[in-house]
């Protein structure tokens, strides 16, 4: 008969400390804790403290997740201060960029948008051209011809706002066809 595997040992319990006990544990301040807790969604918490209740903490949790944030931070300390402030200056020249150039909406959001807005300028223009067709008494062609400029103009500002769109952004103007 084979022999049986011995139990596995449970896992250890973890070491339950309060906020002052944190503080002596890690060497830091109360108010850096505070801080910590009030700042750091991420900061683990067995049980958040009120009146009568103290803060409870996984000290093990609380080491490894500090731990692994200053391997973080040493990653980014590995970095330069000059290439650090090289990467500021460009991401501030992008945003400055961006900032002048107009391009702080999304062109996915935009898009939907602005196909409303032509299709609701489309119906009322059609709507005012058939009621300045009756006010006025143009005849049917003509009716046809303002439809037509207007069907024209509707498809470069639909063309327009395309281009606008478009990872390559605006094309020339002279590019869009003469409604005329």
């Known amino acids: 008969m084979a022999n049986p595997k011995p139990p596995r040992p449970a896992p250890p319990a973890p070491r339950t400390v309060n906020?002052?006990?944190?503080?002596?544990?890690l060497g830091r301040s109360r108010q850096w804790v505070d801080a910590r807790i009030t700042d750091d969604p991420d900061f683990?918490?067995?049980?958040?403290?009120?009146?009568?209740?103290?803060?409870?903490?996984d000290l093990d949790q609380v080491r490894t997740y500090l731990q692994a944030?200053?391997?973080?931070?040493?990653?980014?300390?590995a970095i330069t201060p000059m290439a650090r402030l090289a990467n500021a200056r460009a991401m501030m020249a992008e945003q400055d960029l961006a900032d002048r150039m107009g391009k702080l909406i999304d062109a996915e959001e935009a898009r939907p948008v602005l196909a409303r807005?032509?299709?609701?300028?489309?119906?009322i223009f059609g709507r005012a051209i058939g009621e300045?067709?009756?006010?006025?008494?143009?005849?049917p062609a003509c009716e046809q011809d303002f439809r037509a400029?207007?069907?024209?103009l509707a498809d470069t500002f639909e063309a327009d706002v395309g281009a606008a769109?478009?990872?390559?952004?605006?094309?020339p103007p002279e590019e869009h066809p003469d409604p005329h």
């Open 44 to 57: 683990p918490v067995l049980q958040r403290g009120s009146r009568g209740v103290s803060y409870a903490f």
């Open 69 to 77: 944030e200053d391997r973080a931070a040493s990653v980014f300390s």
């Open 165 to 171: 769109l478009s990872p390559g952004g605006r094309h």
């Open 149 to 152: 400029s207007m069907d024209a």
């Open 132 to 139: 300045l067709t009756r006010r006025h008494g143009f005849s």
């Open 117 to 123: 807005v032509a299709a609701d300028l489309r119906a």
């Open 19 to 25: 906020r002052a006990q944190l503080c002596v544990e």
